[in-house]
């Protein structure tokens, strides 16, 4: 399992592949933008353009890390229907 070095504390937990068994670990972006801040000592503006720049566009293949926007599911409902107009399920008939 691949993980991010210095972004411990933005670690959440880790999710597996069942078609090949591999273990990717999860990060909290919120808590990735903070670190990188302090770290980088920068804004919060040139914090996730940094942090986008140097670890969102890492590709290590299969284990990539995934790095989540954590979110309630009102949130999430709000956001979809600002992006798509709607927040029509895949398992809606």
Not at 13 to 40: H, L, P, S, W
Request: proline share 2%; with cysteine.
């Amino acid at each position: 399992m691949i993980t991010l070095q210095g972004y411990e504390d933005a670690f959440i937990g880790f999710t597996e592949r069942f078609v090949n068994g591999k273990f990717i670990a999860i990060y909290d972006r919120n808590k990735c933008i903070d670190i990188t801040m302090k770290q980088r000592n920068l804004d919060k503006d040139e914090a996730i353009e940094w942090f986008e720049k140097n670890i969102d566009t890492m590709d290590k293949g299969e284990t990539t890390p995934i790095i989540i926007f954590p979110m309630n599911y009102k949130e999430y409902n709000d956001f979809a229907n600002y992006l798509w107009g709607h927040t029509k399920h895949q398992n809606d008939n």
